[in-house]
């Protein structure tokens, strides 16, 4: 079954204490990204990657770090959490060819930073 | 001013009812138009293309309006399962790295 799969679904942890949550994707998509979902500010591009090696910033990259040494995996990182990055997050990934809307996401990680 | 924007709802739709509700884009260079459907607590799904000749599938109408620049959803014959949240994504003529931006969101609940 074609999927994205993200790790841990749901997270409880403290201010400063690095944790990764983890996505892998079985359909051999080379585009990745990762969002956060939060009332009234809809999906925000945190960080994407258009093949193995390349990464890039979305538009709240701040306080996150991402890998892409395999195409299939593609972890999120946060070396300092803080409460204002308790979010709903989603990974997602699509084929670049051909160039459709089509994201594929991952059923979510909900992280709460206290 | 937001890039995308939705009215978030909620629409209280009665089951067998038609609703239709709008995205407006600010960016006039916007290539590609998408709704897609999130159930509460679960992930975003494509639920379809906008074409610029609009496009039908099954009950739900897509309509692109470029000169206006908004993008509208319409659902007929509503059925209690089309409760959802719908989310509008558009995508820039070569936006860097293929980015679709997300609308907030538009809340439907459908009542018997």
């Known amino acids: 079954e074609a999927q994205v799969t993200q790790n841990p679904r749901y997270l409880i942890t403290v201010t400063g204490k690095k944790l990764t949550v983890t996505c892998s994707q079985n359909?051999?998509?080379?585009?990745m990204s990762w969002y956060r979902q939060d009332p009234g500010l809809g999906l925000r591009q945190i960080y994407y990657s258009m093949n193995v090696e390349v990464t890039d910033k979305g538009d709240v990259p701040e306080g996150y770090k991402v890998s892409r040494k395999e195409k299939r995996n593609f972890p999120l990182i946060l070396e300092s959490p803080s409460p204002n990055q308790t979010s709903l997050y989603f990974c997602a990934s699509k084929a670049t060819s051909p160039n459709t809307g089509e994201l594929f996401f991952g059923e979510g990680s909900r992280l709460t930073v206290l | 001013r937001k890039e995308v924007e939705q009215d978030p709802g909620p629409f209280n739709v009665p089951e067998g009812a038609t609703v239709a509700f709008n995205c407006t884009y600010s960016?006039?260079?916007?290539?590609?138009f998408f709704w897609y459907r999130q159930d509460c607590r679960k992930e975003p799904k494509l639920l379809m293309s906008v074409y610029s000749s609009g496009n039908e599938d099954g009950r739900f109408t897509a309509q692109l309006n470029r000169a206006s620049q908004y993008i509208s959803l319409l659902i007929r014959d509503s059925k209690l399962s089309d409760s959802a949240t719908y989310l509008c994504a558009v995508r820039e003529i070569k936006a860097a790295g293929n980015k679709l931006t997300f609308g907030g969101g538009t809340r439907v609940l459908v009542k018997p």
């Open positions: 960016n006039s260079a916007s290539q590609s």
């Open positions: 359909m051999n998509h080379e585009y």
